[in-house]
Nanobody, 115 residues
Framework: LQVVESGGGLVQPGGSLRLSCVAS????????IAWFRQAPGKEREGVSS????????NYADSVKDRFTISRDNARNTLYLQMNSLTPADTAVYYC???????WGWGQRTQVTLSS
């Protein structure tokens, strides 16, 4: 199993990014998956989750109406569209199974909001 997150970067407040999580060695459509993030000095938090079929999604209050999670099971890929970014969104972002992260953590992708 290998999970590779990408799409992070340096962005100005109000900007957008689209994160991707590509899995190999496992069929993503067997799992509910989530995006997690961890900011410096803070605990890891679940940002958004999506059911194995993609029908059901959930969001943390802090990102609701700004972030959109989606998945393409044919491509074994999970996405997170992030709009209206704020400095509070600065963190390292990961994907993993939901509700319990059962996979090893991937290479992660850094999202940084410039001042």
């Amino acid at each position: 199993l290998q999970v590779v997150e990408s799409g992070g970067g340096l962005v100005q407040p109000g900007g957008s990014l689209r994160l991707s999580c590509v899995a190999s060695g496992v069929a993503l459509d067997n799992y509910a998956i989530a995006w997690f993030r961890q900011a410096p000095g803070k605990e890891r938090e679940g940002v958004s989750s999506i059911s194995s079929s993609g029908i059901s999604t959930n969001y943390a209050d802090s990102v609701k109406d700004r972030f959109t999670i989606s998945r393409d099971n044919a491509r074994n890929t999970l996405y997170l569209q992030m709009n209206s970014l704020t400095p509070a969104d600065t963190a390292v972002y990961y994907c993993n199974t939901w509700p319990a992260p059962n996979w090893g953590w991937g290479q992660r992708t850094q999202v940084t909001l410039s001042s």
